[in-house]
């Protein structure tokens, strides 16, 4: 059974930071590139950043200098630090791990949300 278990979110006053954590477990394979989504209501799910297992980064432009994406292979967990949280950074946020190959799979979390107030 595949699984991605996200922790960390909650409710934060701008300017402040929070953590997330996300745990895969079960077929999940150790090199998926993984990454954090974020989706407000009647808005497409956005890419927040994204890890490759060599630890290669990418990151949504609104994000870049202020959230930092890491992964532990071992333990096959990412994380994300997120600093100088704004109120346009409340969303839930979702964890993705994706299988790569001739047919492309996508594993997501339940989701946690995370909320900023200004």
């Known amino acids: 059974q595949v699984q991605l278990v996200e922790s960390g979110g909650g409710l934060v006053q701008a300017g402040g930071s929070l953590r997330l954590s996300c745990a895969a477990s079960?077929?999940?394979?150790?090199?998926?590139?993984m990454g954090w989504y974020r989706q407000v209501p009647a808005k497409q799910r956005e890419l927040v950043a994204a890890?490759?297992?060599?630890?290669?980064?990418n990151y949504g432009e609104s994000v870049k200098g202020r959230f930092t994406i890491s992964r532990d292979n071992a333990k096959n967990t990412i994380y994300l630090q997120m600093n100088s949280l704004k109120s346009e950074d409340t969303a839930v946020y979702y964890c993705?791990?994706?299988?790569?190959?001739?047919?492309?799979?996508?594993?997501w979390g339940q989701g946690t949300q995370v909320t900023v107030s200004s």
């Open positions: 993705n791990s994706r299988r790569e190959g001739a047919i492309k799979v996508d594993y």
């Open positions: 890890i490759t297992s060599g630890g290669s980064t």
């Open positions: 079960g077929s999940i394979a150790r090199n998926n590139p």
